[in-house]
T-cell receptor
Framework: DTEVTQTPKHLVMGMTNKKSLKCEQH?????MYWYKQKAKKPPELMFV???????INESVPSRFSPECPNSSLLNLHLHALQPEDSALYLC?????????????FGPGTRLTVT | EDQVTQSPEALRLQEGESSSLNCSYT??????LFWYRQDPGKGPEFLFT???AGEEKEKERLKATLTKKESFLHITAPKPEDSATYLC???????????FGTGTRLQVFP
């Protein structure tokens, strides 16, 4: 089973709201990722967690705050977002070792900031 | 600088009309090259990993090949359900960051 789950599927929030996106995988993968994807563009990396520690932050604004509570869960906390942050937010996970580096993506959360 | 270029940007095929998608890459050291399929509004679906020049992988109507500078995704006798965006990505050594191409939007008409 190579399933990554994400909740919610859709989220509409105002610029003053605080919300969180959730991602879960039960494949024992070492690495977990957050991506942002705009229409007709490839996914854009935001954060990488490796063994539950933040290993890559692609200079993402502080209104996005990642959290990895354990090896199966990844959260993205959102606060004071801007309309231009509206996008599809994707979570992915990867074994990331022993010659197995493919990333498996979740279905995404469609975020609209009003 | 690590870079991935995909061509064509868009491709329209008649059902049954075979073709190939191209992914050209420059990378300091290739740990792996990956192909994904993405339907509108959904997450990318993993298709293949290729690790070394000369390697080939097949799945149903799709076949991926790799050379030292490019990869091809061959689609044999496509069906309308093969319509999607196909993304190519490379993983350099010493990083967890995938470098994506901009994708090829494939439309297959009955």
């Amino acid at each position: 089973d190579t399933e990554v789950t994400q909740t919610p599927k859709h989220l509409v929030m105002g610029m003053t709201n605080k919300k969180s996106l959730k991602c879960e995988q039960h494949m024992g993968h070492r690495a977990m990722y957050w991506y942002k994807q705009k229409a007709k563009k490839p996914p854009e990396l935001m954060f990488v967690y490796s063994y539950e520690k933040l290993s890559i932050n692609e200079s993402v604004p502080s209104r996005f705050s990642p959290e990895c509570p354990n090896s199966s869960l990844l959260n993205l906390h959102l606060h004071a977002l801007q309309p231009e942050d509206s996008a599809l937010y994707l979570c992915a996970s990867s074994p990331g070792l022993d010659g197995s580096y493919e990333q498996y993506f979740g279905p995404g959360t469609r975020l609209t900031v009003t | 600088e690590d870079q991935v270029t995909q061509s064509p940007e868009a491709l329209r095929l008649q059902e049954g009309e075979s073709s190939s998608l191209n992914c050209s890459y420059t990378v300091s050291g290739l740990r792996g090259l990956f192909w994904y399929r993405q339907d509108p509004g959904k997450g990318p679906e993993f298709l293949f990993t290729l690790y070394s020049a000369g390697e080939e992988k097949e799945k149903e109507r799709l076949k991926a090949t790799l050379t030292k500078k490019e990869s091809f995704l061959h689609i044999t006798a496509p069906k309308p359900e093969d319509s999607a965006t196909y993304l190519c990505a490379v993983l350099p050594y010493n990083t967890d960051k995938l470098i994506f191409g901009t994708g090829t939007r494939l439309q297959v008409f009955p």
